[in-house]
C-alpha cells in the first residue's frame, strides 16, 4: 500500500517526546493509528541517536506470548536499556487482557516513553483517566483529509479532486480497489466491524437489530438536529418498544468509538450551551454512501459533514450555533480565535445567497464570518463575510 507522511500527526508526538505523560493515540478504524506509530518508531530510530525502541504490533503472530500482561511486563522490563533513552511502543495494546496494569507498572518505574494505540471502543477518551494512574496525553487521528487524498493520488485539480473526494472519501484501505462499488464494500465492511466487533463486544449489546436502525437513521440525518428522544419517536411509530435512554446510551457507544461525532448546540446571543436537539456528524462521509448507496447523493449534508470534520483537524472545538431562532452551521473556536461558518452545495441561486449570508449579517460581533461552497471561483468578500470554494478552503 502506498503511504503519505502525515507529518501534522508525527510531529504531534515528537513535540511530546521525553514528557512523562502516557501517549495515546486515539481514532476510528483504519484510520492510520498503526502506521502512525510505525513512522514515529522510524523518526526516533533516526534522530535519536542512544533510541532503545521497543516495539510490541499485537496484530503480528511473534507477539502472542505477550498478551498476558505479567508477560508483557516482563518483556518490557528485560528490554531495557541503561544509558539509553527507552521508547516503548504498543500497537493494539487491549490484546492484552488487564493491558493498563502493566502499562501503569512500567510508568511509574520512570524509566520508558510510553507510545500505546488500541482498538477505539476499548481505549476511548472518556475511559483514559481511569485506565491509567498517570497523565496521558491523548493524539486523535482521523481519516486523510482532502489535501492527503490530493498528495496520495497526485492530484493539482482543485476541484476536479473534491469532486473525487465527495465520492471516495478519507479511508486510505479503500484507495487499493479500482472499482467503486469494491472501495465502498470495503467501507462498508470497515463501518460493520466497528460496529459488530467493538461496540456489541465492549457494551454487550442485546439487541444488535436496534443498534442497526439507530445507526441507519443517524446516517441518513447527518446534519440535521437529533435527540434521543426524537429517534426514540420514530421507532415507536415503527413498533420497536425502547426507551430514549437506552437510545442515548447508544448514541454515546457510537461517539465513544469514533464513528459518530456529536456537536452540541450554542446559543450566539446568549453565550450558552442549549441542551437539546445535537447534530451527528460521520467520521468519514464516504461511510453513508457504501452503507446507504449514492442515489441520493445529498451534497449540502457531504459537504457539512467534510466541513465539520476539517474543522476538528484543524484543532477547533466546534458547536453548531443558534441565533434568534436561526441556525449558523458552525461555531469554531481555537484558544481566542472564534469564526462562524455556513456550508452550502450551490449558492448560484439569489434566495440560497441570501438565506445562507442573511444568519451571518444578523451577528453583532467582529469575528470573522465565512460562507463555504462549491464556487469553482476564488474567494471574495460580501458585506464583510468571506465566500470561499471549499476545495480551496480544505487546501488552505
Known sequence: MKLIERNEYLQKLVGVMGTPDIKVITGVRRSGKSKLLEAFRDYVMQNVPNANVIHI???????????????LHDCIEKSFKKGCENFVLIDEVQMCPSFELTINSIHAMELFDIYITGSNAFLLSSDLATLFTGRTHE????????????????????????????????????????????????????????????????????????????VDYLLDNISNQTSARNITDVLARNNEKISHKTVGSYLEYLCNAF???????????????????????????AFRYAKLGTKNMDYGRVLENITAMELMRRGYEVYVGVLYNKEIDFVAIRRSEKIYIQVSDNISDEKTFER???PLL???????????????????????????????????
Open 139 to 214: 493524539i486523535r487521528v482521523y481519516p486523510f483529509s482532502f489535501a492527503e487524498f490530493k498528495q496520495y493520488f497526485g492530484l493539482e485539480d482543485n476541484y476536479a479532486a473534491f469532486d473525487r473526494y465527495v465520492k471516495e472519501g478519507g479511508m486510505a484501505g479503500s484507495y487499493l480497489y479500482r472499482d467503486q462499488e469494491a472501495q465502498y464494500d470495503y467501507i462498508r465492511d470497515v463501518f460493520d466491524t466497528l460496529i459488530i466487533r467493538d461496540i456489541r463486544q465492549k457494551y454487550k449489546i442485546r439487541n444488535p437489530g436496534l443498534m442497526d436502525r439507530i
Open 356 to 358: 445562507e449570508v442573511g
Open 57 to 71: 504490533n499485537f496484530n503480528l503472530a511473534k507477539f502472542e506470548e505477550y498478551k498476558d500482561y505479567h508477560a
Open 362 to 396: 444578523r451577528i453583532k460581533d467582529a469575528y470573522p464570518k465565512m460562507v463555504i461552497a462549491r464556487t469553482r471561483n476564488e474567494a471574495y468578500q460580501y458585506e464583510g463575510i468571506r465566500i470561499v470554494d471549499i476545495a480551496d478552503w480544505l487546501s488552505d
Open 259 to 285: 464513528a459518530f461525532y456529536r456537536f452540541r448546540r450554542y446559543d450566539i446571543r446568549g453565550k450558552k450551551y442549549l441542551s437539546s436537539n445535537d447534530k451527528y456528524y460521520l467520521s468519514d462521509h
